[in-house]
């Protein structure tokens, strides 16, 4: 006779508190990400650290978007940002914005999402 089994939690969140360790939204220097903020590693992954971590670190050797970030590490974007938040306040990944600074008075590019627009209908 085997041992009585534990149900799953089929909606992933009881592994997201485990994650987060309890926490529900991103805190502090986070407060200010959105999904087009740029991630960008510091430091390598240490030996012993959560693997979720390892991997934004690993993914982020190159700039991210947070969006793209999420997509490969299948994480919505509340809890990526709680272990973002982690890591910035750890000073292991930098957060950049996507649009450079001289660019910001000038408004979306037209013509790119004319392309995107046009991408999109013929899906």
């Known amino acids: 006779m085997s041992a009585p089994r534990r149900p799953t939690d089929p909606s992933g969140l009881e592994r997201y508190y485990v994650l ?32 979720e971590y390892e991997e934004i670190l690993r993914r982020c050797r190159d ?40 660019a910001a008075g000038r408004g979306p590019d037209l013509a790119l999402l004319e392309e995107v627009l046009s991408g999109l209908e013929r899906l």
């Open 20 to 51: 987060t360790r309890g926490r529900s939204g991103p805190g502090g220097s986070a407060s200010s990400l959105d999904v087009a903020t740029l991630i960008v590693s510091r430091t390598a992954p240490v030996p012993g650290m959560q693997h």
């Open 63 to 102: 700039p991210l978007s947070v969006a793209e970030l999420g997509a490969h590490l299948g994480l919505p974007f509340n809890i990526l940002a709680v272990l973002l938040t982690d890591l910035l306040e750890a000073g292991r990944v930098q957060a950049r914005d996507p649009i450079p600074a001289q």
